[in-house]
Structures are given as C-alpha cells and as structure tokens.
C-alpha cells in the first residue's frame, strides 16, 4: 500500500516517514496508531492524530457529521487523554473514534468497567505503584525491556481480573530471565555496558591501553624516571608499569612485549600497538559471545516478551480510561438500536452542572423528582429564558451520544443511546446572512437526507435568517426528521410561529424563575416537558435597571421597563431583596 493512499498523507509527509521509517514501518505505524514514531519522524502531533484517526476510522469521523460535533469530540478525548498513564495510551486514546457496531461498542464499554472495578479493588499503595511503573515505562521510552520490567511490577502490585489477563499469560520467570538480556543487545551484534561483568572488564583494560598508546611518549619518560640502565631492566619496568595501569597480569604484558625494537621509544609505542591488538580481538571475541548469549535468552522469552509489551499497552489504555470513567463519575449506558434518553445528565465541559433528564425516542428509565421524560417523541423543539441552558443542553445530549459511540461511559445516572451513524450538532452563529444559511443548511441537511440513522441537535435558527422564514425552515427540519426516521432537539424561541407540529414532536420549555441576591439570573435547567418555555425579558430589564451607572441609564432602562411591565420589574426587585 502506498501512504498516500492515507488520508493526510501528502508527497512532503510520504518522504518524511519513508526516509525515516522505511515503507513498512511507516505503514506499520499508521496501522496501530503509533502517534510517536509519526512524531519522531517530524510530523505535528496535531496532524498524526487527525491521520491516525481515519486511518482506521474513517467511517467513525465521517460520522461526526458537523464542525460543532467534531469540536465536542475533540474537547471530550482531550478530557480522557489527561487521566492517561503513558503518553502512548494518551495517543491511542486521542485517535479513538465511534464504532461501527453496537457489540464493538458494548465490548470497549465492557473492558472499561472491568478495568475499573478491578482498579476500585486496589488500595493506595497498590495504585501508587502501578502509577510508578507506568511512569518508569514512560521515561524509559517504552522499549521492550521497560514494558517487561512493568509487566513484572503490575503483577507484583495485584492487578487481577478479567481485562489484565494478557499480563498472567506470560511466563515470570522467562520475563524475569528476559530482563537481564533486553536492551543489552543491538541488531549489529553490539553489547551494552553492564550486560557482562568480563566484558565491561575487558573494555576498561582496552580504554587504559589505548590512553597510554595515546601517551607513548610520557610512559617512556616515566620509566625512564626511575632509573633504568638497562634494555633488560627498561623492559621489566615497562612491564611492571603497564601491567599495573592496565589491571593485567605480568604474563599478559609480556606476551606482546616487542622483541626487536630498535630502541626504547620504539619498543614502547611497538609494545603499547600490540596489547591494544590483542585487547581489541579479546573484547570482539567477548562481545560476540554474550550477544549470543542475550539473543538465546531472548529468543527463549520472546513469546513471553511479545505477551508482555502488548499486554502493558493494552492494560494502559483500559486503565487510563477506566480512570477517565472514575474521576468524572461516568455511567455504562445501555446501548440500544434507536432513541437517546438520560437521567441527571452532566454537561463535562462545565463546574458543577446542575443535572438534566431528558429524551427523543422510546426508552424505559425511570428518573427521580418526576423528571422523567416523555417516552415515543421522535423529535422535541426546546424554548425558554435567554441563558436558561438550552445550548448547554444540546452539548451534553451531543456528549452523551459521542461518547457512547466510542464505547465509553457517559455522564449521566443513567441513559440509554441509539446507534446514530450521524450526528449533526449545530450551535447558535450569531450571524445574520445568506451565506451563513447557505453554509448551515449545507452542513445539516445531507446528514439528514442520506442513507443511516441521523441525530439532529439544533440552535436557534432565527440567529441566521429572519424570524419568519427561519420558523418555516424550522418547521421544515422537524417534518424532514420525523420522514427521515431520525432523532431531533431543536432550540428556538419561535415556537408561537411554528406550524402545528406532527404527532411524533413535542415542544419542551426551560424557565428562568427569578433573579438572585446577587441579581443574577435564577433558571431551573430541567426542562418542563410539553410546555413553552418563556424567555421573561423582565429579569434581564430588572438586572440593568439595578445595575445602570447613572440617572440617564437608569431613566433608559426604566422605560423599558414600562414597556415589558413595570409591576413585573419591580416584583422582579423586590424578590432580589433590591435596594434602589
């Protein structure tokens, strides 16, 4: 296969991989997802994940039908990829995408909340621990004998159960045996420091030669310092000499001593020349040996090896997800054919949201405080106060759908999800053109046309057209929805335009309820269902009226005021405890 028969991949980033790659690893790398080696290679992070991600997820962003929808994706793998354990589960989390298939997702989903039950089971320490080795792994640069080294440690701090039994498989004490010889060996034959101690040895013994034949001349002047008269006695002192720098025995030194120099100098560099020789052969002949022997060792684990380093990287990924679920009190979400439905959900992106149920389609929750939502509705037109949470509402439905996709927990009490093979969220552009229509429509409408089951999160279309005619494309979308067997929520404040709504839509409102101490507004987010929502302009008018700088904007405002119900303001006041 070519790589630029990848998406993304130009000529420019084609030459880069293959120069430093080679074809093969360059195709292997974008085959499992390796966001690092397309980094060491000189390509973005940014752009290797956006490659990555439709390398084998094509179908999966293709699915993530708009710009809004995408972002939201993006901004929620940003969130998982932060409670990664190694930067390699962070890159594999940030080129997740939906799943084709309701098992595939049902399967990610089933070894998420087994990773977590079986991290939930762990004291402190044992979790300390395991957070220690990922991030020795990490700083070692996730090599083989870094991943079996956390092999070992994982199994030694308990991680047990059903998602780590890739890591009980492999043999201890073959990876144990492996341990010693991983990294100490080179393709080329080469042998790493500290892999044998005769070795290293005889390596110490050769860089001491090989600086005293760099110092030829000041070993001659040295020996000749302590007064030798003699050829006999300079070569007995040179032995003395060398054999006690070099850690070599007498023998050893005298076995290379050279026998026909024509004088002392000469006999010294002669001398010097040809223990570095012999030193050389004896390190190579050492060296060639213990190769062999790391490489037996290693090929007698490798299948263990191989065991190990895909069972770290994949014990990281669940793990780190698994700790995504945790630290946002994520929910398994039943995963059904149709419909989207949830209990308390929480927009992610917010502080201390406060929880909404709500629902398109058939379900069967049940949810607390008579929130449940109505049951059947293929389509809802959401209203209500300006800042009462209508946006925030469609972000999370489009949360909670994305996430489900992937196979990953949601936030929410409880929700069930629909397989949706689009998912159009569109939020309110303030601005008022042609073009911008055009391009609306554009993004939202093939969606719903094509082949597939579509989700329709929409706001506010009279921010784009005039009133009238964006309620007569409104009223559209909600027809072509209910044709189209799709799922919609759409957020209006035009419903007092709209025509008579088909059988399968309902109109839900949210209702500010007031102004604070503070004057700042006060909205039940949980949407009141089968009723229109109102947008009380007489909190807002009542805010700048209490809040104007000066008598000439306070005189402005009040005639607002007038105009929207002078009673209702000052009720609006008076209830926020207003001092004038």
């Known amino acids: 296969m070519r790589l630029e028969d990848y998406w993304g991949v130009g000529p420019k980033t084609s030459d880069r991989l293959e120069s430093a790659l080679g074809r093969e690893g360059a195709v292997a790398a974008i085959e499992s997802a390796d966001v690092r080696a397309l980094v060491d290679a000189g390509v973005t992070r940014g752009r290797a ?55 595939a997702r049902r399967d990610r989903l089933d070894r998420i909340l087994a990773a977590r039950e079986a991290w939930a089971d762990l004291d402190g320490d044992a979790r300390d ?90 070993v001659l002047e040295t020996i000749q310092s302590r007064g030798v008269r003699s050829l006999d006695d300079f070569r007995a002192a040179f032995v003395q000499y060398v054999a006690q720098e070099t850690d070599l025995s007498r023998g050893e030194v005298e076995s290379v001593a050279a ?51 895909e069972a770290v990287d994949e014990v990281a990924l669940s793990l780190s997800l698994a700790r995504f679920a945790d630290e946002y009190d994520l929910t398994p979400p039943d995963i059904a054919e149709t419909g989207l439905a949830v209990c308390g959900a929480r927009n992610l992106f917010l502080d201390d949201p406060q929880p909404v149920s709500y629902a398109v389609g058939d379900h069967e929750l049940a949810c607390p405080a008579g929130s449940t939502p109505p049951v059947g509705d293929r389509v809802s037109v959401l209203t209500g106060a300006n800042s009462g949470g209508k946006t925030t509402l469609l972000e999370t439905l489009s949360q909670v759908a994305i996430l489900a996709s992937m196979g990953l927990p949601v936030p929410a009490e409880s929700a069930v999800v629909g397989r949706f093979d689009s998912v159009v969220f569109h939020r309110r552009h303030a601005s008022f053109n042609a ?82 101490d ?34 000439a904007e306070r005189a402005g405002f009040e005639a607002l005021a007038a105009a929207v119900g002078e009673e209702a303001v000052q009720k609006t006041l008076s209830d926020a405890e207003f001092v004038g």
Do not use: C
């Open 49 to 103: 994940v956006r490659i990555l991600r439709r390398a084998d997820g094509q179908a999966g962003i293709d699915a993530l039908a708009t710009r809004d929808a995408r972002n939201v994706y993006d901004d929620l793998l940003s969130l998982a990829s932060d409670r990664a354990l190694t930067e390699h589960a962070a890159d594999r989390i940030r080129v997740l995408t939906p799943l084709p298939g309701v098992e």
């Open 129 to 218: 621990a395991i957070e220690a080795a990922f991030r020795d792994y990490d700083e070692a640069g996730e090599t083989e004998r870094a991943a079996v080294r956390a092999a070992l440690e994982l199994r030694e701090a308990g991680l047990r159960g059903e998602p780590f039994d890739a890591l009980a498989e492999a043999d201890p004490d073959a990876l144990r045996d492996a341990l010693g010889a991983l990294g100490y060996v080179d393709n080329d034959g080469s042998v790493a420091a500290g892999a044998d101690e005769r070795l290293d040895s005889l390596r110490s013994r050769l860089d001491t030669a090989n600086e005293l034949r760099s110092g030829s001349f000041d």
């Open 259 to 309: 026998e026909d120099a024509r004088d002392a100098t000469d006999f010294v560099s002669a001398s010097l020349r040809a223990l570095v020789e012999d030193l050389e052969a004896d390190v190579a002949a050492r060296e060639e040996t213990v190769a062999e022997e790391l490489r037996d060792r290693i090929w007698a684990a490798r299948d263990d090896v191989d065991l190990a380093v």
């Open 435 to 516: 073009g911008v229509l055009e391009s609306t429509l554009k993004s939202i409408v093939p969606p719903l046309s094509g082949d597939g089951r579509t989700l329709m999160l929409v706001d506010e279309f009279e921010a784009i057209t005039e009133p009238g005619r964006a309620a007569d494309l409104l009223n559209g979308l909600v027809n072509l929805t209910v044709e189209r067997d799709a799922f919609g929520v759409y957020v209006t404040h035009l419903a007092d335009e709209l025509s008579p709504l088909p059988p399968e839509a309902r109109i839900d409102g949210i209702f500010a309820e007031g102004l604070t």
């Open 518 to 551: 503070e004057l700042e507004l006060r909205v039940d987010y949980q949407p009141r269902f089968g009723t229109v929502g109102k947008s009380t302009p007489e909190f807002i008018v009542s805010r700048l009226v209490a809040n104007a700088g000066d008598r």
